[in-house]
């Protein structure tokens, strides 16, 4: 039959069954196949942290959300157009995030009683008319798996086990989505086992041929590639970024890496991916616990290496006194914080931002460090760069806190010019810097640049300049051990200082204001840039006037901050906790702004933050009417 | 106590990958600037003395050595040394040698710790670091107290050890450093005691040319919280019966010399149940006794570790009057951090521009071009 082909101009689509459905590969290839066919996307896998929940419950139910559009887009997306889900704990598990009119395919074969039962269903929901709101397609997807696959001779169980190619196969369908990809894949994953292989592209083409022939599909969609600056592209996740770019600080510092870590969800897959690339000189040390594998990464970087650790926040609060030490020898340590729900052990495989407290004070005494966030998956990369030109630059640990959302959510990423990608200079000391009393040359370790505040980095090997370092309070300059008042108030200001000092090596914060007259600033960091970017645009498509501005650095601040937040008469602080951020900001420029805060373990949801910027507007403008006119600095920094 | 042969088997040395001095160097380069505050009368002096007499031996850059230091009194070690040092924090110190050693294989790496450092808030980072066996040697300077925070008892203090934190007698059951160790299978565990200043040289001198973790308990007398803790192997009228020698290859015998200058006591194997008893050993000639030739031989690169640890039993845990002094147990294993630089070698191949291998890394997996 000859299908109708509809336009759409974006799709937001969510595979949901249970963890041991392939549902994440799945969402992986459909994902492949949509970047390969040059749509712009961005994905959100959402899973379980059990490895395998019982079979068939809530609980054990992971889902992979993919958004692709002929345009540019910011988020994963609010709510899916398209749920696929594979048993009954799928389709209730994700049904309230469905909007009405959404289209649901079911593979019917596991309705049974049995898992309805388990997923918490009374009466059969394809049955009882309580899905009328949506387009509903229940096919017996596992049969139909199971009779294309007959013949590799596989058990009824193994057969059953490629439905999620057929499901693929027809989502594949009906998205006009080139087939390759996941083909070429299949043969080169099942290289070894030919009857896995084939049955498992036999699966993904007869899902694509029922899409075609079957009369409950009448419409394929098309969704035209996106137009995107020419250059060489791939897709990409956050934790996959975040290790290619501190390969690329090893590379172009020229110092070799160092990681020392510990297995944490959601930050082991950087420590499996440094791990595989020791022909750039990586070293990846698994330490007995968090606390050693940081230790080790310092140990590393005294004797000159890029010293890393990953972790997420429970592993930071372990790690909180070495990191401290760090700062008090002030060598280059790159932190790594993929943060994940909390407080103790909290939701591990879900997303939030609320360790920006730990990063800024969560150590003993005055420890300040730099804190840096990547505001995009792909955005990993270059911030790890700058983590490691910081880290080097300064002598100093710097934190970077990226999330659960960036380290496994994915988009694509436009492959830079490694050519064209700077240098970092070590700048090892090398010679003598001080004389003493008797007129011979030494060595002093705290003997500071005058531009930088840095100290000297000078490594075990270096002949005329051995001297030790440590935790209790040195002398400014020769850095011996000293407990005087005067001493002592001089460094604690002299690092901080030095901290506050890289404010004027960074680039101002950039205001994004396409009406040129908005009185309103949504302000973010780290993972909301995507949501807070399409709220904004939803509240501007609406003839509503709002500024956006995204910090990646969040200590030291941008020099101009104060100035854009006092430009503004209101200013939204979105967060993924109960306002750091905000609290921050209070503080250091007596800006009173408003949270708009959301810890549910997910990206904020676009739509609901873009009805809180469109009631912050409106009210600000009310009360602008009866007040004043804009102030005079508001005028200067637009 | 009489000088400990020590072995040196066909071991990789532990020091070769180390740059050697131009120019034969004395004690003074070692020692720098910095006043020594420990108390006075600490057993800390004349380790660190030994030390600073030791390491010209050695005979490497001294850019090329560093010392490593957790939280304590002997902590401070690294600040009198003219060398690289750095003074960590509470029981990290092996963990960031490890860290340092495997980064840098041209260092001579030391660790310096003590009962409270490495075997109470370090004990995790000891027993991995003794596993791995990373290229290293770690001092332990036991003086089964807590010195730098004022008198509190130690994981190796004796049960009922009556200090300011237990006024009725502590309550926990002590670690014996040795066993703890041959349990984390070290592959190099020698004790030594700080007064004995020759063999404490000898044994740093197995400890530095064995490859891998070398632990060297040294056994230090703290005349301020713990005065006397070792006077029995000091004293030279008890040491005779308190000290039991372990020299490879030797019968194991100690106590008053026989008319030929051997110790009238000694340590025998029951061969039934293969444990370790203290026996009278039969003078020539005699059959009171049990002949000499019956006594266990020490086999210090005995692959299993069994003996050495029934030996490191012979040690008290209550108040010491006994324990056996040397090296229980020297064998030759692969090195964590070798094994890492060897990894990244093969991984390496050809040299090859890196700057290349970069961009081969990013364009790596599915792409599309956008023209």
């Not at chain 1, 070799?256 to 420590?271: K, Q, R, W």
């Not at chain 1, 001089?490 to 950039?510: C, G, H, N, Y």
């Amino acid at each position: 039959m000859t299908k109708q082909v509809k336009q759409i101009d974006r799709v937001i689509i969510r595979f949901a069954g249970d963890s041991g459905d392939g549902m994440q590969l799945t969402g992986d290839r459909f994902t492949q196949e949509t970047a390969s066919f040059g749509n712009d996307l961005s994905t959100l896998p959402n899973f379980p942290a059990e490895i395998r929940a019982p079979a068939g419950t809530l609980p054990g139910v992971s889902s992979f959300q993919v958004h692709f559009a002929d345009h540019d887009i910011l988020t994963p997306g609010d709510s899916p157009d398209v749920l696929v889900a594979m048993n009954p704990a799928a389709l209730r598990a994700n049904l309230a995030d469905i909007k009405n009119g959404a289209t649901i395919i079911v593979d019917s074969h596991d309705f049974t009683s049995r898992n309805l039962k388990r997923a918490g269903y009374g009466e059969n929901p394809l049955e009882s008319g309580s899905l009328a709101e949506y387009a509903v397609h229940a096919f017996d997807l596992t049969g139909m798996t199971v009779e294309a696959v007959k013949h590799f001779g596989l058990s009824r169980k193994d057969a059953g086990r490629a439905k999620n190619m057929f499901a693929l196969g027809m989502l594949s369908w009906m998205y006009g989505r080139p087939t390759e990809p996941t083909t070429d894949f299949l043969e080169r994953r099942f290289a070894k086992v030919p009857d896995i292989r084939d049955a498992n592209v036999t699966a993904f083409r007869a899902g694509w041929n029922f899409g075609e022939t079957t009369e409950s599909f009448v419409v394929q969609y098309e969704v035209k590639p996106a137009t995107m600056a020419a250059g060489t592209y791939r897709n990409i996740t956050g934790n996959l970024a975040l290790a290619y770019g501190l390969v690329a600080g090893s590379v172009q510092s020229g110092l070799p890496l160092f990681l020392g870590s510990y297995p944490i969800t959601p930050a082991s897959d950087v420590l499996h991916e440094l791990s595989k690339h020791k022909r750039f000189g990586v070293t990846t040390f698994q330490a007995e616990d968090e606390i050693a594998g940081v230790g080790a990464a310092l140990g590393a970087a005294f004797g000159g290496a890029l010293g890393v650790t990953t972790t997420s926040g429970p592993g930071i609060a372990l790690k909180s006194e070495t990191i401290g030490l760090g700062v008090m020898m002030e060598l280059p340590l790159l932190v790594v914080d993929v943060q994940r729900g909390g407080p103790s052990t909290g939701l591990p495989t879900k997303t939030e931002q609320a360790d920006l407290m730990q990063a800024m004070f969560g150590r003993n005494s005055e420890a300040p460090l730099p804190i840096i966030a990547p505001q995009s998956p792909a955005d990993c990369f270059e911030v790890a760069v700058e983590a490691a030109r910081i880290a080097v630059k300064y002598r100093t640990p710097v934190m970077l806190l990226s999330d659960g959302y960036l380290a496994n959510g994915s988009e694509p990423w436009q492959i830079p010019d490694v050519s064209a990608m700077p240098r970092i200079d070590p700048a090892f000391a090398t010679e003598p810097n001080h004389t003493d009393d008797k007129g011979a040359a030494d060595f002093w370790p705290y003997l500071r640049d005058e531009d930088t505040l840095a100290r000297p980095w000078a490594v075990p090997g270096t002949a005329g300049l051995e001297h030790r370092i440590g935790g209790l309070e040195k002398a400014d300059g020769h850095g011996n051990i000293s407990y005087d008042p005067t001493n002592h108030d001089f460094m604690v200001r002299t690092r901080a200082a030095k901290v506050e000092r890289i404010s004027t090596d960074i680039a101002p914060l950039e205001v994004d204001d396409p009406s040129g007259s908005a009185r309103v600033l949504v302000l973010g960091w780290g993972s909301t840039y995507g949501p807070i970017g399409a709220a904004c645009r939803q509240v501007r498509n609406q003839g509503v006037a709002v500024a956006q501005a995204h910090l990646r650095h969040l200590n030291p601040f941008p020099r101009n901050l104060g100035e854009v937040l006092k430009a503004y008469d209101a200013v939204l602080v979105p967060e993924m906790n109960l306002g750091q951020l905000s609290l921050l900001l209070r503080a250091r420029f007596l800006v009173d702004v408003v949270g708009y805060n959301r810890v549910r373990g997910l990206p904020l949801r676009a739509a609901e933050l873009a009805d809180a910027i469109t009631d912050l507007v409106e009210a600000t403008t009310g009360s602008q009417d009866e007040t004043s006119m804009p102030s005079a600095d508001k005028e200067t920094v637009r | 106590m009489t000088q400990t042969e020590l072995p040196f088997p066909g071991l990789p040395n532990g020091l070769s990958g180390v740059p050697t001095a131009d120019a034969p160097q004395n004690r003074k380069e070692f020692a720098s600037d910095q006043e020594v505050r420990w108390c006075p009368g600490c057993g800390d002096y004349a380790v660190l003395a030994a030390v600073q007499g030791f390491l010209p031996d050695l005979g490497l850059k001294r850019e090329n050595i560093v010392f490593v230091s957790g939280i304590g009194c002997a902590a401070r070690f690294p600040y009198y040394l003219d060398t690289y040092g750095m003074h960590s924090i509470h029981g990290r110190a092996p963990a960031i040698a490890t860290g340092l050693a495997t980064t840098r294989g041209d260092l001579s790496v030391w660790v310096v710790t003590g009962d409270g450092d490495a075997l109470s808030i370090g004990g995790n980072h000891l027993i991995h670091a003794l596993r791995r066996n990373v290229n290293m040697t770690i001092l332990l300077f036991n003086n089964r107290i807590y010195g730098l925070t004022k008198g509190q008892y130690s994981p190796t203090s004796e049960l009922g050890k009556v200090t300011k934190s237990t006024p009725m007698g502590s309550l926990d059951n002590p670690f014996n450093p040795i066993s703890l160790a041959l349990g984390a299978e070290g592959t190099f565990i020698a004790r030594t005691i700080d007064s004995d200043r020759k063999h404490l040289t000898s044994v740093l001198s197995a400890a530095a040319a064995h490859r891998g973790t070398s632990l060297v308990e040294i056994y230090q007398n703290c005349p301020i919280f713990n005065d006397g803790a070792f006077d029995a192997v000091k004293d030279p009228e008890t040491k005779q019966d308190a000290i039991i020698p372990l020299v490879h290859g030797e019968p194991i015998r100690f106590g008053a010399p026989d008319e030929g200058g051997r110790g009238s006591r000694g340590v025998l194997r029951d061969p039934g149940t293969g444990e370790l008893r203290i026996v009278d050993v039969a003078a020539d000639g005699s059959t009171d006794g049990v002949p000499a030739d019956a006594l266990l031989v020490h086999d210090a690169h005995a692959d299993d570790p069994a003996t050495a640890f029934a030996l490191s039993r012979l040690t008290n845990a209550g108040h010491l009057n006994q324990a056996p002094i040397g090296i229980f147990r020297q064998v030759e294993q692969s090195t964590y951090d070798d094994l890492a630089r060897d990894q990244i070698a093969t991984a390496r191949g050809e040299a090859d521009d890196v700057g290349n291998a970069l961009s081969g890394l990013l364009h790596g997996g599915d792409t599309w071009t956008v023209v």
